[in-house]
């Protein structure tokens, strides 16, 4: 059942190094097999740019990030205050991908750059600089994408009035392996303006 | 010295991923924080690595390196004065 005054405006979902925005195809690396780098640097020069400290992020930074991007291409957001706006975040290997490379630098002059980024939920540290949200947010670590709970956690900091617009969803990294399932979810309809449900937000992730 | 810069300014684009520079945007004299190339406190962390790394200098007074890290000038010419010290 949908409920009332919550809506999903946009959509993004990147894996197996294509993205699709609102349910159609907007990228498609040219090479398929490409390395995850080369993937990610490919979104950020196609829907970015002008931004130097993508290239410092680790990749679960940078795939959160360039998600975000694309999910808001065409949805401006400076209608709202920082604080009315929220990011909801979910992975299953928090930054372990980070934490292993960090680890191995350990063995001679730990790296102050990959440090910073060895917690999941810098990515939403990120995501706010660049787009100057401060409301709500969280990170949460599971095994699989709970969608109802995700989403549904977003719809209640809206329904409470504590947000009116969340970026929420399921960013998940480790090696080369890779997936992004965003979704904008606002008080207001505009662009796709489908009225949320657990069960929309689940056909839009399929 | 003017080697030295040259080197500074290809390891610190190595060591700070500054993907979109290139050595000939550096300036031998332009502030490397703030206004200049924009670095932060991280990269400072990083900068310090690097003469470790590259340069086998160790840091000795942490209240020296806003001068140390100004520019790649005041960079080389702290190198420069190590090394003589360690000859």
């Known amino acids: 059942m949908s409920q009332q005054g919550i809506y999903i405006n946009a959509t993004c979902i990147i894996r197996h190094h294509s993205v699709d925005r609102n349910g159609q195809p907007v990228y498609a690396h040219e090479v398929p097999q ?71 630098t ?31 947010n969280a990170f949460f670590v599971a095994e699989r994408f709970d969608i109802p709970f995700v989403t549904g956690y977003a719809a209640q ?7 009116k617009a969340v970026v929420c969803g399921w960013v998940e990294q480790y090696h080369a392996s890779h997936e992004a399932a965003f979704y904008l979810m606002e008080t207001a309809p505009r662009g796709m303006a489908l009225p949320y449900s657990a069960e929309t937000a689940e056909k839009l992730y399929r | 010295m003017e080697k030295l ?27 490397l924080f703030k206004e200049g190339l924009g670095l932060d406190s991280i990269d400072a ?14 840091i000795a007074k942490p209240e ?19 090394k003589a010290k360690q000859a």
């Open chain 1, 106 to 136: 350990v063995q001679e002059i730990a790296s102050p750059a990959l440090f910073v980024y060895t917690l999941p939920n810098i990515v939403i540290g990120e995501i706010s600089i660049r787009h100057k949200f401060k409301g709500e």
């Open chain 2, 64 to 82: 020296d390196g806003p001068n140390i890290f100004y520019s790649i000038r005041t960079m080389a010419e702290y190198i420069t004065a190590e």
């Open chain 2, 5 to 31: 810069m040259q080197d500074l300014k290809v390891q610190i684009i190595q060591q700070l991923n500054l993907q979109e520079v290139k050595p000939e945007d550096i300036g031998d004299d332009q502030p």
């Open chain 1, 34 to 104: 490409a390395d995850l780098q080369d993937f990610l640097r490919g979104l950020y020069d196609r829907f970015s740019g002008q931004y130097p400290k993508f290239h410092k992020m680790d990749l679960l930074s940078k795939l959160g990030w360039a998600a975000t991007e694309i999910l808001l291409q065409d949805m401006p957001m400076d209608q709202y205050t920082p604080e009315d706006t929220g990011v909801i975040l979910a992975n299953a290997s928090s930054s372990l991908d980070t934490d292993e490379k960090y680890f191995d």
């Open chain 1, 157 to 163: 900091l809206l329904e409470s009035g504590a947000v």
């Open chain 2, 45 to 58: 962390l990083e900068l310090i690595v690097l003469l470790q790394q590259y340069h086998n200098i160790r």
